[in-house]
């Protein structure tokens, strides 16, 4: 069974400005049993007013919940539509965010937007408790 986690983020580039939310709340646990978990982002549909997007790509971490350093896992070529699928035997059990990052064909990166930021969807952010049952 594979599960999808859309990570609901407003993806930029340094130096062009964020759209800052306010969270309200504990960051929300999701319980995710499955032996794939598939991460999906709405990308920028531009990175300067009025000039389409120059994101080439997506840079994809993860961290354990409560620690600070970010394992990178993998690029994503850019997409419409981009996701990435992470295999439960690449972390394990345990809890875990996540964080995109944008590279730029010029190879400007944005800032990681995590699934704890306070862009996220929910706006008091999730983390994943992920135990592989199958």
């Known amino acids: 069974m594979l599960a999808?986690?859309?990570?609901?983020?407003l993806l930029g580039l340094s130096g062009?400005?964020?759209?800052?939310l306010i969270a309200f709340?504990?960051?929300?646990?999701?319980?995710?049993?499955?032996?794939?978990?598939?991460?999906?982002?709405?990308?920028?549909?531009?990175?300067i007013r009025n000039r389409p997007t120059e994101v080439e790509k997506y840079q994809i971490y993860c961290r354990e919940h409560g620690t600070?350093?970010?394992?990178?896992?993998?690029?994503v070529?850019?997409?419409?539509h981009p996701e990435y699928t992470v295999?439960?035997?690449?972390?394990?059990?345990?809890?875990?965010?996540?964080?995109?990052?944008a590279i730029t064909q010029s190879g400007?990166?944005?800032?990681?937007?995590s699934s704890?930021?306070?862009?996220?969807?929910?706006?008091s952010g999730w983390y994943v408790y992920w135990v592989n049952t199958e």
């Open 4 to 9: 999808a986690i859309f990570l609901t983020v």
């Open 25 to 47: 709340g504990e960051p929300m646990q999701i319980l995710h049993k499955s032996a794939d978990l598939t991460l999906a982002w709405d990308p920028p549909l531009t990175d």
């Open 16 to 20: 062009c400005g964020w759209l800052k």
């Open 116 to 123: 704890l930021d306070s862009n996220a969807d929910p706006v």
């Open 108 to 113: 400007q990166a944005s800032p990681l937007h």
């Open 77 to 80: 070529p850019a997409s419409p």
């Open 68 to 75: 600070s350093y970010w394992r990178f896992l993998d690029e």
């Open 87 to 101: 295999e439960h035997d690449r972390l394990g059990d345990g809890l875990y965010d996540f964080a995109i990052r």
